[in-house]
């Protein structure tokens, strides 16, 4: 079928990391299906996806994530239970996202990295730009467009790789991958240098790096003949230098609030956010 080239259909989900932060939570569970309140950080990434128009999710697992599949599937056990009780509004998001979206996965079989577990999904994506959401880093913009639609909005202007940053104080840049370059716009800088977790001494700004990326295609090639880098895994910040050396990436402040809810401390604040923001019991 034919489509427009620069519309954004697709939306990848690295989920294969081990998660060794939250164990023994995630010794049977993937990271990804933690929930903060009710909802597992999964679902609130697809939601984001779907906000900005990508309905076609493309899930990276590796060993021992059935789970994610499982959710993201009709149960007609439960459906059946719960069927015209008080109950039944609880399933209604999911169902929602089961109407509207369409899934597809593969397994990354080594844990090589991010940007090996991008590459691993180049089959489910093909030749067009995608968004990426690293559903541990859970965002929210309270006044308007999800963080992910600001960003497919970025790029029908500029038509090449956004990388999501924020500031973070300096003594944190070691675990983040680090920008530098030129402001093009309000909000907006055109990047010209990246460092992946560099010590604060080494850190070209306190531009980091989360969770949110929309990619152009040729993102895979460059991959492939990126070396192992930092921690021995091949890192997408790596990849993304060589596209941003031709002036090809550009890093956006985006309006919201991101919880790092691969740590502990950034779990228990997006649990007291959004208990705070209006939970529906
Ligand atoms: P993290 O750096 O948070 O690593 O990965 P992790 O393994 O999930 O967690 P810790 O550090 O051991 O606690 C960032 C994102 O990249 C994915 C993860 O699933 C997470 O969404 N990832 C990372 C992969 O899919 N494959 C990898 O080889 C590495």
Redesign the pocket.
């Known amino acids: 079928m034919p489509h427009n080239k620069n519309k954004i259909r697709k939306c990848l989900?690295?989920?294969?990391?081990?998660?060794?932060?939250?164990?023994p939570a995630?010794k049977a569970i993937?990271?990804?299906m933690l929930p903060v309140l009710t909802k597992p950080l999964l679902q609130y990434g697809v939601e984001e996806a779907l906000s900005a128009g990508m309905n076609n999710i493309a899930v990276?697992?590796?060993r021992g994530k059935r789970a994610i599949e499982d959710h993201f599937d009709i149960s007609y056990e439960l459906e059946h239970q719960i069927k015209g009780t008080s109950k039944d509004h609880y399933l209604a998001e999911i169902r929602d996202i089961i109407a509207n979206c369409t899934f597809s996965y593969t397994r990354?079989m080594?844990?090589?990295?991010?940007g090996?577990?991008?590459l691993?999904g180049e089959m489910l994506i093909g030749d067009e730009p995608f968004g990426v959401v690293?559903?541990?880093?859970l965002c929210d913009n309270a006044d308007g467009n999800s963080v992910l639609s600001q960003m497919a909005e970025l790029y029908d202007k500029y038509g090449c790789s956004i990388v999501a940053v924020e500031e973070v104080p300096l003594d944190e840049t070691y675990k983040y991958g680090v920008i530098a370059g030129e402001n093009i716009e309000e909000n907006v800088v055109r990047v010209s240098d990246m460092v992946e977790k560099p010590d604060p001494k080494d850190a070209p700004s306190n531009l980091a790096i989360i969770?949110r990326y929309i990619l152009t295609p040729d993102i895979f090639d460059i991959i492939r003949e990126t070396k192992p880098g930092k921690a021995g895994?091949i890192q997408i910040t790596d990849a993304l230098l060589a596209q941003a050396k031709q002036g090809n990436v550009i890093a956006y402040r985006f309006k919201g609030k991101r919880f790092d809810c691969?740590?502990v401390d950034g779990f228990v604040e997006a649990t007291n956010y959004f208990y705070e923001k209006g939970y529906q019991l």
């Open positions: 989900f690295p989920a294969a990391g081990y998660g060794t932060r939250f164990l995630t993937p990271k990804e990276v697992t590796g990354q080594e844990m090589k990295g991010l090996h577990a991008i691993s690293l559903a541990d880093d969770g895994e691969g740590s």
